[in-house]
């Protein structure tokens, strides 16, 4: 069964960078697509960045464009979320998830870690 674990979080101030990871047991990533997902206190969660099978990068509609890159290392079973220039609203438990080779919306990710917090304050 696969199992995910997300660790790196922590306080940041505004205009710092931060990197999160999801590593992996259970199974090899190799096979599935990666997503980064947030949810701050009393709002939805949305999507912050997937990454595909191969490599290829999804932005979904609320990411934090041009500011967090995703990368994965299928060697360390692990997948990354870089986040820079971070701002008060990016303040959120950060999660990944794990869907079965694409990136696909939310609801289709039956994989899921237990998130880690993500604090941008001075």
């Known amino acids: 069964q696969l199992q995910l674990v997300e660790s790196g979080g922590g306080l940041v101030q505004p205009r710092g960078s931060l990197s999160v990871s999801c590593t992996a047991s259970?199974?090899?990533?190799?096979?599935?697509?990666i997503g980064w997902f947030r949810q701050a206190p009393g709002k939805e969660r949305e999507g912050v960045l997937c990454?595909?099978?191969?490599?290829?990068?999804?932005d979904y509609p609320a990411s934090a464009k041009g500011r967090f890159t995703i990368s994965r290392d299928n060697a360390k079973n692990t997948v990354y979320l870089q986040m820079n220039s971070l701002k008060p609203e990016d303040t959120a438990i950060y999660y990944c998830?794990?869907?079965?080779?694409?990136?696909?919306?939310?609801?289709?990710?039956?994989?899921w870690g237990q998130g880690t917090q993500v604090t941008v304050s001075s």
């Open positions: 990454i595909n099978r191969n490599g290829g990068v999804i």
């Open positions: 998830a794990a869907a079965h080779l694409f990136c696909t919306s939310p609801s289709g990710f039956p994989h």
């Open positions: 259970g199974a090899t990533l190799d096979g599935y697509a």
